[in-house]
């Protein structure tokens, strides 16, 4: 409860001061044993900016979209349209580093856009984390779809079948797999389901989101999660919900496991119709 305490008076602060990169605005300390957040499905996303889409849909077009955030304002919230509000930030495990690193009390630090040299066609910013050292289960990046005012609320997303996002590794040489996982009323705190305070073996856990895994290279890629395709773990709270609440949805994370050096960029992240 302290530690909640502190990162809520962290973000009410940047608030207060007319920030808008606030970060840090959840609890990231998910439990040890569930770091991957879900297995899901697996895309193996090997198509470049070039050659069209890759993942677990066909490639999207423009037309077929609902943007969410493309980064080209330089700022870290996500667009304030379709009555989503929300910010990007860091969390991890505390055990390594992560860049941009995750905001405190004591460090208030904000999650900003990068700018891409060379550009990807027309976008000049992307979202970029890299990090190292990580022991416990990890770490990771999450805006949440809906929170004003700092009160996490759910967001209606049945009128969409996925999400669609470009991606690519930073470093050839860091993890190529990352996890892309989606909270509902089953696995966030804010749904009211699940026991923030449960330990392991209770069956109200939170955070067991629904999850896809997908695999990046060097190049842009665009990776397209239907849906349908997402899966949980099953130790969380109702482990046989055979599918994500997409009316009650309250954050998009993109997940690195422990023992894993990542670099990762990411842009243009979309719903899908």
């Not at 957040?37 to 999207?60: I, N, R």
């Not at 190049?219 to 046989?240: H, K």
Request: aromatic share 10%; with cysteine; hydrophobic share 40%.
């Amino acid at each position: 409860m302290k530690r909640r305490a502190a990162w809520m008076w962290a973000a009410w602060t940047l608030a207060a001061g007319g920030c808008t990169t606030l970060a840090g605005l959840d609890d990231p300390y998910h439990p040890v044993e569930e770091a991957g957040g879900g297995s899901g499905g697996m895309s193996s996303v090997t198509a470049s900016a070039a050659s069209g889409g890759a993942g677990g849909g066909e490639p999207v077009g423009s037309t077929d979209v609902d943007l969410i955030d493309d980064m080209e304002d330089g700022d870290g919230a996500i667009e304030k349209a379709g009555g989503r509000a929300g910010y990007w930030y860091s969390y991890n495990d505390g055990t390594g580093t992560q860049t941009p690193p995750v905001s405190t009390e004591e460090l208030h630090v904000g999650f900003l856009p990068e700018a891409l040299t060379p550009p990807r066609g027309q976008s000049t910013m992307a979202m970029h984390t890299f990090g190292s050292g990580f022991t416990d289960w990890g770490a990771g990046v999450r805006f949440p779809l809906n929170r004003p005012d700092m009160v996490a609320l759910a967001y209606d997303a049945s009128a969409y079948t996925g999400i669609v996002f470009w991606a690519r590794l930073g470093d050839a040489g860091a993890t190529a797999t990352m996890k892309v996982n989606i909270s509902d009323t089953v696995s966030e705190p804010a749904g009211g389901i699940c026991d923030e305070s449960a330990g392991v073996g209770d069956p109200d856990r939170c955070y067991d989101h629904w999850s896809y895994a997908t695999s990046l290279g060097a190049e842009w890629s665009q990776v397209v999660i239907p849906f349908e395709e997402l899966a949980r773990e099953g130790w969380g709270a109702e482990p046989t919900a055979q599918a994500i609440d997409l009316a009650a949805l309250y954050a998009i994370e993109f997940r690195f496991a422990q023992g894993e050096d990542f670099d990762v960029y990411i842009d243009d992240i979309s719903f899908t119709r």
